[in-house]
């Protein structure tokens, strides 16, 4: 998908790939829409798992750390265009025109905020607070991983200004 993008999938394609029969293909998808959500959901899921994996390995002991830990492992794609980038963005264009793959990738970064807001916060925050830090990390993660070979800071300053205003927002709110 990534070297061919969606328009060059097809189940016969698919099964050539695999080395398989194309009725052995379409018994277990009916429709290319179901291969790309199937291999969508697979790809997300190894994402988060990843994340997943990368916090349980962390030894991040304060919100601060956890925070930071999170912010660099987020923004650790933006100097280069890896695999991951190259993915995400055939993702995202599939996504503007199939509904069934938006729906997937919506899915997908409510589930990774999840993850990440319970990491950094595991005694809980409010839903309000919580709200905000996946309205502010996941879109800047997304947007970083664009630009940040554009922007006028280093990773590390973006990590620090990103891990601050992180817990500014948590501590307004200890405040009210």
Known sequence: MIETGDAGL??????DT???RLSNVQYYFSSRDEVLAAMVSRYFDECTA????????????????????????????????????????EIWAISSRNSVI??????YYR??????????????????VRKQLQALLIPFFEGYSITARSLPLTTEEAAEMLTALTLSIVEGQNRQ
């Open 10 to 15: 097809t189940l016969r394609k698919l099964a």
């Open 18 to 20: 695999a080395g398989m």
């Open 50 to 89: 990843s994340l997943v994996t990368l916090t349980q390995q962390s030894e991040a002991a304060t919100a601060e750390e956890r925070v930071r830990f999170l912010v660099r492992t987020g923004l650790s794609h933006g100097q280069e265009i890896s695999d991951m980038c190259r993915a995400f963005r």
């Open 102 to 107: 938006d729906q997937c990738l919506m899915d």
């Open 111 to 128: 589930n990774f905020s999840d993850v990440m807001t319970d990491f950094a916060f595991p005694g809980g925050l409010d839903a309000q």
